[in-house]
């Protein structure tokens, strides 16, 4: 498959996880890229974060502190390393 297959193959099954997930969805094609795909790839992006994120805190890269609100830790450069 070229790029632009593998590409157009890859939002066809964004589009349709979101659709099993959401079936009673319905949107335009500028709501379809604005809203289902761009959250579906900002959710997978935050794993893939979130993972990254952790390594380097166990590495002690970063370190993570409790934030008092509900966003959860916030990461820095260790000062310890520099």
Same mark, same amino acid.
């Given at each position: 498959?070229?790029? @632009?297959?593998?590409?157009? &193959? ?10 099993? &997930? ?5 949107? &335009? ?5 604005? @809203? @289902?795909? %761009? ?12 993972? %990254? ?5 166990? &590495? ?23």
């Amino acid at each position: 498959m070229c790029e @632009w297959e593998d590409r157009v &193959s890859n939002v066809a099954h964004e589009i349709e996880h979101y659709l099993e &997930s959401h079936p009673q969805a319905a949107d &335009s094609l500028e709501g379809i890229a604005s @809203w @289902w795909i %761009a959250r579906q790839r900002i959710r997978t992006e935050l794993e893939v974060v979130r993972a %990254a994120l952790e390594q380097l805190s166990h &590495s002690g890269i970063v370190s993570a502190r409790q934030d008092t609100g509900k966003r959860g830790p916030i990461y820095r450069l260790n000062n310890k390393n520099h």
